[in-house]
Every structure is written in structure tokens, then in C-alpha cells.
């Protein structure tokens, strides 16, 4: 049933798609794409710009020192940081574990002992019907003789 089901599906879908495919060819059939555009508008040439600026710039630039030791601090805290949490989430996920653990057990001895009583109610069920059966055998022979 799954396997016809997941036919009709992937049959569904492919269907979906050509009608679709369809829908938008004939949508966009008629529509002209113009082919008339300015190439002017797509190469800007920025250089322009930029031909008296070029003196100004550089002197008026400021650049940053960079302190290596700083930056060696900040990440070695960081990586510290990222470690205790690491750990703090693998003592949780430990935590979580274990208690689902515990409460499956939990849930399969249950489920066991249900099964026990089932199994054992089941069996003097069965019994006494194969007693009641032989019973009535055993009377009906009589009743015939």
C-alpha cells in the first residue's frame, strides 16, 4: 500500500510540475524581452571619481596598532569560557541521560510485570477452557451409550 501510495505521490508531483512549466511558457510566450538596453548603464567607470582624491587620502589616513598580546588574552579567555560551558553541557546531557535511562527501566519492568500477570491469566484461561472441553466429552459419550 506504501509503495502505491508513494507513487501516486511522486506522480502527483511530477504532474504539479508540468502544469506549472506549463502555465508559465504560455504566460510569458507573448512577452518580448527587450533587447535594446543601454550598455552605457552597465560599465560604469568609476576612476573619474577618484582622480584628485588620490593625494588627500593618503595623508589624512589613520591606522590602528594592534596589541598581539591583547588579543592572545582575549582569545585563550574565550576558549576557557567555550571549555567550562563544553563541559557544564556534557554533565546536563549525562544528567538527562541517565534519568531517561533509569526511567525506561522503570517502564520496562512495568511493562513485564503486565505481561506476566497477562500471560499467566491467559494460561488459566486456556485452561480451564481445555478442562471444560474434555468435560463436555467426556458427558456426551456417556449420553450416547
Known amino acids: ?79 576557557q569560557d567555550v571549555a567550562t560551558a563544553a563541559k557544564d553541557a556534557a554533565g546536563t546531557a549525562k544528567d538527562a541521560a541517565d534519568a531517561a535511562v533509569e526511567e525506561a527501566k522503570e517502564s520496562i519492568s512495568q511493562a513485564a510485570e503486565t505481561a506476566k500477570d497477562a500471560a499467566k491469566d491467559l494460561a488459566a484461561t486456556a485452561e480451564a477452557k481445555v478442562e471444560e472441553f474434555f468435560d463436555d466429552d467426556d458427558d456426551n459419550s456417556a449420553d450416547s451409550i
Not at 507513487?7 to 502544469?19: E, N, P, R, V, Y
Not at 502555465?23 to 510569458?28: F, G, I, K, V
Not at 591606522?63 to 582569545?75: G, I, M, N, Q, R
Request: net charge negative; proline share 0%.
Open 1 to 79: 500500500m506504501a509503495k502505491k501510495f508513494g507513487k501516486f505521490l511522486m506522480f502527483s508531483a511530477l504532474a504539479g510540475a508540468a502544469a506549472v512549466s506549463a502555465y508559465y511558457y504560455l504566460q510569458n510566450k507573448n512577452s518580448s524581452h527587450s533587447d535594446e538596453m543601454d550598455d552605457d548603464d552597465d560599465f560604469d567607470n568609476f576612476n573619474d571619481d577618484l582622480d584628485g582624491d588620490e593625494e588627500d587620502n593618503d595623508a589624512s589616513r589613520n591606522y590602528v596598532s594592534l596589541d598581539l598580546e591583547k588579543a592572545e588574552t582575549a582569545v585563550s579567555d574565550a576558549a
